[in-house]
């Protein structure tokens, strides 16, 4: 039973360009969950969707931020415009319908120089 | 208050001996307890859940939760340098959401 697997592992983006995360559940998983954490830190919970329904944005930024996770394929967390402040590491996780232990993916180093 | 606290240390423990990691929560309605661990550079890995009051073992790990007082603590027996790590507690609350603690960090000397 493969894990919750997440691409790119790395990604460099320039100032103002767009940021595409991308995050396949474990089988059997239909929740969703992504983390920021910037280095010596802790996890920031940012969104919370099953699928074709985003449950809890209250931890996403306002603005150029935005998830999704359609009925196929891999959720999507999309950051538009970088800055060097979105730098850090994005976690996706994923549990199974009953909402209990979550599973991490490896996670996507952004780097915005 | 924080919802869920750690002592984000560093924590220090010859190799051997007990680590004791310590969580409160402040939602009285939760109902699920995890204990994450996570190495620099990685993402967490789940290593223990307690959903009930009283001890769970798995190996040289026992997940303690007393829901009374409202904490829930790790308890590493026969420390090993490679447990060196941060241990994160997570609390699911009344809803769905799981409450991260910032997460104590353990050191092994050996």
């Known amino acids: 039973n493969a894990g919750v697997m997440q691409n790119p592992r790395h990604l460099v983006r320039r100032r103002g360009q767009e940021a595409r995360l991308r995050c396949s559940p474990m089988k059997g998983h239909s929740h969703v969950y992504w983390y920021r954490q910037l280095p010596e830190e802790g996890l920031k919970f940012m969104v919370y969707?099953?699928?074709?329904?985003?449950?809890?944005e209250s931890g996403m930024p306002k603005e150029r931020f935005s998830a999704e996770f359609p009925k196929e394929g891999p959720s999507i967390l999309r950051i538009q415009q970088v800055v060097r402040g979105d730098s850090a590491a994005y976690f996706c996780a994923s549990s199974p319908q009953d909402l209990r232990e979550q599973y991490f993916g490896p996670g996507t180093r952004l780097t915005v120089t | 208050q924080k919802e869920v606290e750690q002592n984000s240390g560093p924590l220090s423990v010859p190799e051997g001996a007990i680590a004791s990691l310590n969580c409160t929560y402040s939602?009285?309605?939760?109902?699920?307890f995890f204990w994450y661990r996570q190495y620099s550079g990685k993402s967490p890995e789940l290593i223990m859940s307690?959903?009930s009051n009283g001890d769970k073992e798995d190996g040289r790990f026992t997940a303690q939760l007393n829901k009374a007082s409202q904490y829930v603590s790790l308890l590493i027996r026969d420390s090993q340098p490679s447990d060196s790590a941060t241990y994160l507690c997570a609390v699911n609350n009344s809803n769905y959401q799981l409450i991260w603690g910032a997460g104590t960090k353990l050191i092994i000397k050996p």
């Open positions: 969707l099953q699928k074709e329904n985003i449950i809890d």
């Open positions: 939602d009285r309605g939760s109902q699920s």
């Open positions: 307690i959903y």
